[in-house]
């Protein structure tokens, strides 16, 4: 890890705030096309136009900076969760992240492709808390007999997770059977229809 400095006068003249988001959107892009292990500082400073020693200076190197897209992601996960009416449309819109925000998408893939257990994962516990309460969400839906008790809540969260991100882990799958880029809004905004239709049909819809 470079050792963290005061910026240069000439750097400390920047918007800080501007710099940071500058930063955090450069390493979104990098760590999505690279993962942790191959992204690089000096390639993520490159791309905000930024001195290498900034990246040490506002986020304590690139552990920090990592650990600062993922508190970003939990708050846009939270955002998802909170402004959705039903397990249904919640589906919905986190397959439409592929279209909104699909670096973010990439990045949580790289994530578990670099899993090597909870002790190297620093968002493991929340993580954990959050899925935990969709979890019970789907239970609550069981209990009211709006949801098959043959279901494991769980293995059903899973595969619903992994459904939305198809199209970012996929690609190559939605173009061979279906002949068409699995980037495109039209494509995209389709497939997130079709997977509320599909929670909606599981018993998802209220």
Known sequence: ????????????????????????????????AHGFAGARIAAIAA???????????????KE??????????RDRDGDLAATATTPAEQVRRYALEALHNADAVRLMAWGGLEYSGPASDADHRPRAERLQRSVDELKALQADGKLSADLDPGCLLIALMA????????????EGLLGVD???????THYADQLALLANTLGLAD
Do not use: C, K
């Open 1 to 32: 890890m470079s050792p963290r400095r005061s910026p240069q006068p000439s750097e400390r003249q920047r918007d800080p705030e501007r710099t940071r988001a500058a930063i955090l959107d450069a390493a979104v892009a990098e760590f999505a």
């Open 47 to 61: 791309r905000a136009g930024v001195n290498q020693q900034l990246i040490s200076y506002y986020f304590d190197g």
């Open 64 to 73: 920090g900076l990592y650990q600062a897209l993922s508190e970003a992601w």
């Open 163 to 174: 459904a939305a991100m198809a199209p970012v882990t996929l690609p190559h799958v939605v």
């Open 182 to 188: 699995a980037r495109s809004p039209e494509f995209l």
